[in-house]
């Protein structure tokens, strides 16, 4: 099935870092979802995007819709080893049926 | 409940059987969506339900795979037949068409099935 190109595919950090992703896609999205998945549970909604342009905050997370509606990163701050897991990107359009697009998922691992 | 709820959580099955996956949406959902996750992948979208519209099968892998969603409320997905390549989590997806807060989807735990 079609996935959107999200970036980077897995990452290491140390804790207390900030860290960012993005997903790009070649199709325009009405709306932008994050999720973060733990190992062994479903997908759990993170941040809702709207409108193109549009910044939103989430505690220690911020995405932004980008103005082109193609894109979409999520940024955390100050990483904490509970921040370790899967982040997935979805593009979701209403055409005829509404239906999302997802990424292809950024690994994170926190080192403390 | 709160949430959308899946059941089982894991099922195990020999190569050949079938299998039924069940999803509880979030109350007053109209829109009901299937997943599947394979390990370490992304999720593939299988099927969408919204309200009493004919369902979007686009993304079923092949004729083994049906849904249905009785009374616009709890979902049966049915796996005939089942092969190997069928091992993935299956997730359950439930949200609140055109209730002014955009379309925002909320998964449910998943049902881990495993094809001998």
């Known amino acids: 099935g079609q996935q959107l190109n999200q970036s980077p595919q897995s990452m290491f950090i140390q804790e207390g870092e900030d860290v960012s992703m993005n997903c790009t896609s070649s199709s325009i999205f009405n709306t932008w979802l994050w999720y973060k998945q733990d190992p062994g549970e479903g997908p759990v909604l993170l941040i809702a995007?709207?409108?193109?342009?549009e910044l939103t905050s989430n505690g220690r997370l911020t995405a932004q819709f980008g103005i082109t509606r193609k894109d979409s990163f999520l940024n955390i701050s100050a990483s904490i080893p509970s921040d370790v897991g899967i982040y997935f990107c979805a593009g979701g359009k209403a055409s005829g049926t509404y239906k999302y697009i997802f990424g292809t998922g950024t690994r994170l691992k926190v080192l403390a | 409940g709160a949430g959308v709820s899946q059941s089982p959580s894991n099922k195990v099955t020999e190569k050949g059987k079938d299998v039924e996956l069940r999803c509880d949406p979030i109350?007053?959902?109209?829109?009901l969506y299937w997943y599947r996750q394979s390990l370490g992948q992304g999720l593939e979208f299988l099927i969408y339900f919204q309200g009493n519209s004919a369902p979007d099968k686009s993304g079923l892998p092949s004729d083994r795979f049906s849904a249905e969603r009785t009374g616009g409320s709890v979902s049966t997905l049915t796996i005939q037949r089942t092969q190997q390549e069928d091992s993935a989590v299956y997730l359950c997806?439930?949200?609140?068409w055109g209730q002014g807060a955009g379309e925002t989807q909320y998964f449910g735990p998943g049902t881990r099935l495993l094809v001998l």
């Open positions: 997806a439930s949200s609140s």
């Open positions: 995007l709207y409108k193109a342009g």
């Open positions: 109350s007053g959902h109209t829109a």
